[in-house]
Nanobody, 116 residues
Framework: VQLQASGGGLVQAGGSLRLSCAAS????????MGWYRQSPGKEREMVAD??????ANYADSVKGRFTISSDASKTLYLQMNSLKPEDTAVYYC????????????WGKGTLVTVSS
């Protein structure tokens, strides 16, 4: 499995960015894809994930501002609106199975910087 995230950058507070994660080698056992983020000095945290391409789950801090989606090619997206400086982090794409725990893959991160 390979995951390639893109779309990060520098944006002013209140602005928007759309992250993409191109996935390849995804097997039917992998049924959850998601976005995580990590800020300096903090642990990696879940931002949003989507199960079976349909059921989305969000961290409280991003509810109402971020939208996760995927398409038939297994490309994963994260639309981020009303960005805040505290959203600044490296964002990582993840693909995993909720049955076979060893099937857990990470892509290289993409940096999102929100200026105040």
């Amino acid at each position: 499995v390979q995951l390639q995230a893109s779309g990060g950058g520098l944006v002013q507070a209140g602005g928007s960015l759309r992250l993409s994660c191109a996935a390849s080698g995804i097997t039917p056992f992998i049924n959850i894809m998601g976005w995580y983020r990590q800020s300096p000095g903090k642990e990696r945290e879940m931002v949003a994930d989507i199960t079976g391409g349909a059921r989305a789950n969000y961290a409280d801090s991003v509810k109402g501002r971020f939208t996760i989606s995927s398409d038939a090619s297994k490309t994963l997206y994260l639309q981020m609106n009303s960005l805040k400086p505290e959203d600044t982090a490296v964002y990582y794409c993840n693909a995993r199975s909720d049955v076979f725990r060893s099937l857990n893959y990470w892509g290289k991160g993409t940096l999102v910087t929100v200026s105040s």
